[in-house]
Structure formats: structure tokens, C-alpha cells
T-cell receptor, first 116, second 115 residues
Framework: NAGVMQNPRHLVRRRGQEARLRCSPM?????VYWYRQLPEEGLKFMVY????????ESGMPKERFSAEFPKEGPSILRIQQVVRGDSAAYFC??????????????FGPGTRLLVL | GDSVTQMEGPVTLSEEAFLTINCTYT??????LFWYVQYPGEGLQLLLK?????DKGSNKGFEATYRKETTSFHLEKGSVQVSDSAVYFC??????????????FGKGTLLTVNP
């Protein structure tokens, strides 16, 4: 059973370009979570999605960031007009049901975004 | 809001040494507590967890006990191996407000074990 897949693993963008980060959850998982890790910081929650629904985007910046999890295909985290401060590691996690104390989130290897 | 404070790294030990990585938390209610490990180039893996006070989580020789009175969840291992070299993250999921899926992480502690 393949784990959570993320691609690309490394992404370099120039300021003003768009970044698209993809996450394929584990088989049978319908809940996806995105976290961001800034340099020297812990992971911070960004958004929680189920298929075709955004459940909680309270951790996502209000502008330039968007996320989706379509009925078919991977979840996408999209960053428009990237700035240097967006440079970070972006981690995706998935769970079969809503995760909480009893439900584990399984993490992908992350995408390292570097904005030049 | 919820927060997790863990021991600053890096930590460097010799093989078979005793390991402690301190973790304290601030949260409303009764959170669940986790330790995740990240090996080089890989994603975070759940190492162990505890869901209520006085629970002890254990896995692969690692242990941590949920101490409500000291709001702590320190990670310990009696004899580390070179293969334990990784970054360790303490985390919690709160129980209040219906958003218990949000994990709050510490900054991570890099452990290097030398032969």
C-alpha cells in the first residue's frame, strides 16, 4: 500500500510565478490536510479538505493561496504570485476518516519550495 | 491558542546512550499527544501517541508518558542506535471547538547518534 505521495519534491520558482503542489492520499483515504513548515519553525496547519469540499481553511493566507481536492485526482495546493516568504516545506497528510485523537494522519515526504 | 515547546537541538549522542527529548504543551481541555519522527528525505511518521492523562505511548523502544500535572510528554529511549538519527516532533491535537484534526507541532529536535 503506497504511502502519501507528493510531487514535486523540490520546486524552484521566481517571484511572481505560480506554484502548484500535488498530493495523492493513501488508498482509501478521503481526508487531506496541508501543513507548512517555515525555516526554523514547526509545521503549521493550513487547510483540511474532503473530496470536493474545503472543511477548514483557517490556517491558509487569505490571498494568493488556494487548495482543492477534486473528485478525481490529487489534492492541489496552489500559490499564485509567489514571494520569497513562501519558501518553505509543504507537507500533505491524509486519513481515512476525520483525524483526531484516535485517528492518525499519515504524512507525505513534503515539497520544498524555493522562491528566488 | 494551543502550543508545543520542545527541547532545542541539535542533540548528539553516542550509540547506546540514554535519550530524553523534553516536550511541554499548552492547550485547553484534554488534548491528545503525539511524537512524530522524520528520517532524512522522508515524511513524518507517527512514532507513538497518548490520548489521556497517565497514558504511556511506546514504540521501537521509545516511550512517553502523558503528564497532565506538568503538561509534559517527554520522549525517552534507554539505548539509542545510529538508525535513530532523525528529527523528532512533538505534537498535539486539541479537543475543543470541534477542530481536533488540527495538529500543533513543536519546532522539532534533530538527533544525531554516532557509532
Amino acid at each position: 500500500n503506497a504511502g502519501v505521495m507528493q510531487n514535486p519534491r523540490h520546486l524552484v520558482r521566481r517571484r511572481g510565478q505560480e506554484a502548484r503542489l500535488r498530493c495523492s492520499p493513501m488508498k482509501g483515504h478521503s481526508h487531506v490536510y496541508w501543513y507548512r513548515q517555515l525555516p526554523e519553525e514547526g509545521l503549521k496547519f493550513m487547510v483540511y479538505l474532503q473530496k470536493e469540499n474545503i472543511i477548514d481553511e483557517s490556517g491558509m493566507p487569505k490571498e494568493r493561496f488556494s487548495a482543492e481536492f477534486p473528485k478525481e485526482g490529487p489534492s492541489i495546493l496552489r500559490i499564485q504570485q509567489v514571494v520569497r516568504g513562501d519558501s518553505a516545506a509543504y507537507f500533505c497528510a491524509s486519513s481515512p476518516r476525520v483525524a483526531g485523537g484516535q485517528e492518525t494522519q499519515y504524512f507525505g515526504p513534503g515539497t520544498r519550495l524555493l522562491v528566488l | 491558542g494551543d502550543s508545543v515547546t520542545q527541547m532545542e537541538g541539535p542533540v548528539t549522542l553516542s550509540e547506546e546512550a540514554f535519550l530524553t527529548i523534553n516536550c511541554t504543551y499548552t492547550a485547553t481541555g484534554y488534548p491528545s499527544l503525539f511524537w512524530y519522527v522524520q528520517y532524512p528525505g522522508e515524511g513524518l511518521q507517527l512514532l507513538l501517541k497518548a490520548t489521556k492523562a497517565d497514558d504511556k505511548g511506546s514504540n521501537k523502544g521509545f516511550e512517553a508518558t502523558y503528564r497532565k500535572e506538568t503538561t509534559s510528554f517527554h520522549l525517552e529511549k534507554g539505548s539509542v542506535q545510529v538508525s535513530d538519527s532523525a528529527v523528532y516532533f512533538c505534537a498535539l491535537s486539541g479537543r475543543s471547538g470541534g477542530s481536533n484534526y488540527k495538529l500543533t507541532f513543536g519546532k522539532g529536535t534533530l538527533l544525531t547518534v554516532n557509532p
